[in-house]
């Protein structure tokens, strides 16, 4: 089990970026970290890795503490960092090999592993490139075959899939669920909410250096109800408008943009008729409605009350 | 051994094998490096040789490109570590700490390997320098003094790594890092023996020479150059090279111990 126990990181300008944050992820797990920019995600990667030091509190992998032991610590980690860096001159298999030689594989075992890494991420034409002249995703997918090359327990991946087309994300996580061993974990943050929503068993969700929500994907989303309605109408809302909705007993937040009234509603059907009731009686045509069930996302902004950056 | 002795002896291993892939596998820093030595002896020998035909050091005149070779040895392996120690500020600045550090590789061994890849390469450096001397301007010397001067370079090269990577520790940026390793490398390089016998260095920059690695490392390598084995001066370039490696370790633990 990895067991997160009321950890503290207070910086020396005052500044706390985790105010006692604890959570256990059990064997197996998929644990998604969600919350806006500057929430303490990174922070908190940080600090289960040992890169950082806590103020207080500690971290713990099967009884191995990364401030204790952190070289035995780390043998079991893989890492995506947000922002890896490469040797750039070097070329793709160099790098690779580098880094099977930092977490102390043989060179056969490495070159084995690197081969079928690059396969699967269908990088094998490009071994032999520099690194720089790889695309930026190109690079991530050599940032994710570094961290799997040495099969680790815990997967420790900080924003993973940034700078992937679509396609390439879906093969990502296809590989890493591939390469997980049936009793490892996998830590995770991303601004990609869908992603966390899909792959996570259980997701904790930040905001200021604090845990605000934490469950599964399915229960958080149960856990707030309702819908959310756009109504796209046939001109700007006027502020009557605005009022009367605003007036609706079954409606809890409304949203403007442009000619499209976004509301989230208790009882979806209820408010299409009593929306669409008073945009008639002021004269305006409701040219379109969408109706959406409540998603990670709206749990996301409703938990921090901000907005995804 | 030890699992973590071996993971250690492995990161040590591999930060030293990158290292020599960086240097060895940009052909641009390999040329400037054989070709910048090799420039600076010719000028060495034409210029101030002109000027200064012979240079009375311990009581003997000897030609001055032989008086010289030392020091352009020492400049040379001081340029090498100064590039090795800068290196370390751009891989934090880029990331690349993060990701070293973030496998087992522990700061010490991490260190320990750049030490040893800026000593080997400064080695190198050194030696071509060296090599350059007694071919191109025909500095005679001995199989037996080369061979010695070859291994007193290994802890003269420790000993100016040790040194420049205690200096990065010191300062917390690399514009300040920059700067500090500019103003220590005139001051060791003209607060040494390097270009004039330590007699003859200025009374104001005297208390510099004495407490400049430099200036042992200088004369250990003339002395023996010339014929001179001065057990002494071994023992305390060997001192020098194991205080510093231990003050770098020390000093890049502590700058580094967040990243």
Same mark, same amino acid.
């Given at each position: ?147 799997? &090359?040495? @099969?680790?327990?815990?997967?420790? /991946?900080?924003?993973?899939?940034? $700078? %992937?087309?679509?396609? #390439? ?63 796209? &109408?046939? @001109?700007?809302?006027?502020?009557? /408008?605005?009022?009367?909705?605003? $007036? %609706?007993?079954?409606? #809890? ?57 | ?259």
């Amino acid at each position: 089990m990895l067991e997160v126990v009321n950890l503290v990181k207070r910086y020396p300008n005052g500044t706390e970026a985790l105010k006692g944050l604890s959570f256990a992820v059990g064997s197996g797990e998929i644990f998604g970290v969600l919350g806006p920019n500057g929430a303490g995600k990174t922070t908190l990667l940080k600090l289960v890795l040992g890169v950082l030091l806590p103020t207080s509190g500690f971290v713990s992998l099967e009884g191995v503490r990364p401030d204790q032991s952190p070289a035995a610590f780390r043998r079991m980690v893989g890492v995506v960092h947000q922002y890896g860096a490469f040797d750039m001159a070097l070329s793709v298999v160099d790098n690779l090999s580098i880094f099977g030689a930092f977490q102390g594989l043989g060179r056969a075992e490495t070159r084995v592993r690197t081969a079928y890494l690059l396969d699967r991420f269908e990088l094998s034409a490009k071994a032999k490139e520099p690194v720089q002249n790889l695309s930026g995703g190109q690079r991530r997918k050599v940032q994710l075959a570094r961290a799997l &090359l040495h @099969r680790p327990k815990f997967l420790f /991946l900080d924003e993973p899939t940034a $700078g %992937l087309d679509p396609f #390439s994300r879906r093969m990502a996580w296809s590989i890493i669920m591939e390469e997980r061993e049936p009793s490892s974990y996998v830590l995770c943050t991303s601004h990609y909410v869908d992603e966390i929503e899909r792959n996570c068993d259980r997701v904790m969700i930040m905001d200021q250096g604090t845990e605000v929500a934490l469950g599964t994907p399915k229960n958080l989303v149960d856990s707030i109800s309702g819908h959310r309605v756009e109504f796209n &109408l046939d @001109r700007c809302p006027p502020d009557a /408008l605005i009022a009367a909705v605003e $007036g %609706l007993s079954g409606v #809890s937040s409304i949203e403007v943009s442009a000619s499209t009234l976004k509301l989230r509603v208790a009882d979806a059907e209820w408010a299409i008729a009593k929306v669409t009731e008073c945009c008639f009686s002021q004269g305006i045509r409701v040219n379109s409605v969408v109706t959406k069930r409540a998603s990670l996302e709206d749990v996301l902004l409703q938990a921090t009350g901000r907005e995804l950056s | 051994m030890k699992p973590n002795v071996r993971l250690a002896g492995k990161g040590i291993g591999a930060i030293m094998y990158r290292e020599m892939r960086l240097f060895f596998g940009n052909s641009m820093t390999v040329v400037l490096s054989v070709a910048s030595p090799v420039i600076y002896m010719a000028l060495f020998s034409t210029s101030l040789n002109g000027l200064m035909p012979t240079m009375t050091y311990a009581g003997v005149s000897v030609p001055y490109i032989r008086f010289a070779l030392p020091g352009l040895l020492i400049m040379s392996a001081l340029s090498n570590v100064l590039v090795t120690s800068q290196s370390i500020f751009n891989e934090h600045l880029s990331n690349m700490l993060l990701d070293i550090l973030s496998t087992p590789v522990q700061h010490s061994a991490y260190m320990i390997g750049k030490i040893l890849a800026g000593a080997s390469l400064a080695f190198i450096q050194s030696m071509l320098v060296f090599a350059s001397g007694v071919l191109i301007f025909r500095v005679p010397v001995g199989l037996t003094r080369f061979l010695g001067i070859c291994v007193l370079t290994i802890p003269i090269c420790l000993a100016l790594s040790g040194l420049y990577m205690t200096a990065l520790g010191l300062v917390k940026n690399i514009r300040a890092f920059i700067l500090t390793t500019n103003i220590l490398t005139n001051v060791i390089m003209f607060g040494s023996s390097i270009f004039y016998p330590t007699a003859s260095i200025p009374s104001a920059l005297r208390p510099i020479a004495l407490i400049n690695p430099a200036t042992y490392c200088v004369d250990v390598i003339r002395d023996f150059l010339l014929g001179r084995v001065e057990p002494k001066s071994v023992a305390i370039v060997c001192v020098l090279a194991v205080l510093l490696t231990a003050a770098a370790l020390v000093v890049f633990r502590r700058r580094f111990a967040e990243v």
